[in-house]
T-cell receptor, first 114, second 112 residues
Framework: QKEVEQDPGPLSVPEGAIVSLNCTYS??????FMWYRQYSRKGPELLMY????GNKEDGRFTAQVDKSSKYISLFIRDSQPSDSATYLC??????????????FGKGTHLIIQP | IAGITQAPTSQILAAGRRMTLRCTQD?????MYWYRQDLGLGLRLIHY???????GKGEVPDGYSVSRANTDDFPLTLASAVPSQTSVYFC???????????FGNGTRLTVT
């Protein structure tokens, strides 16, 4: 079993829809959780950063962590064509999200249809 | 504009040749990293540096070397390129070794 699982997609939804992106993981020691957004031919950019369980909201984006189920989600409300990108989850047991022990999912390719 | 600059943006290289990928950051971040990104394999850490003067090996270090002579620069060298090193290479940095990463826009390298 891979340490972090993420459906590669593509996930195609109409503009304005609510998008749900998910990752599952096997390492119960993970406690820092991140979502990165990567546009085509660009580097990943940090979108959301959470510690332990719970929800975090930032504008149209909500990150949710369920440690009991080893499951994290990123919700995008009122999706826009500019949200079309690849979304990578990342997590680590310690080190505050730094590269030490940081494990990335392979990314979900999201397409928002105008 | 503050950030990470990588050069070149793309390169085609003959197998056996030596190549250095350049990375410069102006954010005064202490830690810097090199990743490669391959379809189906995701991002994999090659080498890292927690502070100037120190370096460490990541998940896939073979065939690569790095140096960190100062805070801003972190070059990645392929001593003798092989086709399996065809990839997109991303440099990243973080304020401290335990802070979230900021990435450059990558170097697309093709080894023929």
């Amino acid at each position: 079993q891979k340490e972090v699982e993420q459906d590669p997609g593509p996930l195609s939804v109409p503009e304005g829809a609510i998008v749900s992106l998910n990752c599952t993981y096997s390492n119960s020691a993970f406690q820092y959780f991140m979502w990165y957004r990567q546009y085509s031919r660009k580097g990943p950019e940090l979108l959301m950063y959470t510690y332990s369980s719970g929800n975090k909201e930032d504008g149209r984006f909500t990150a949710q962590v369920d440690k009991s189920s080893k499951y994290i989600s990123l919700f995008i409300r009122d999706s826009q064509p500019s949200d079309s990108a690849t979304y990578l989850c990342a997590m680590s047991a310690g080190s505050g999200g730094g590269a030490d022990g940081l494990t990335f999912g392979k990314g979900t390719h999201l397409i928002i249809q105008p | 504009i503050a950030g990470i600059t990588q050069a070149p943006t793309s390169q085609i290289l003959a197998a056996g040749r030596r190549m250095t990928l350049r990375c410069t950051q102006d954010m005064r971040h202490n830690a810097m990293y090199w990743y490669r990104q391959d379809l189906g394999l995701g991002l994999r850490l090659i080498h890292y540096s927690n502070t100037a003067g120190t370096t460490g090996k990541g998940e896939v270090p073979d065939g690569y070397s790095v140096s960190r002579a100062n805070t801003d620069d972190f070059p990645l060298t392929l001593a003798s390129a092989v086709p399996s090193q065809t990839s997109v290479y991303f440099c990243a940095s973080s304020l401290e070794y335990n802070s979230p990463l900021h990435f450059g826009n990558g170097t697309r390298l093709t080894v023929t």
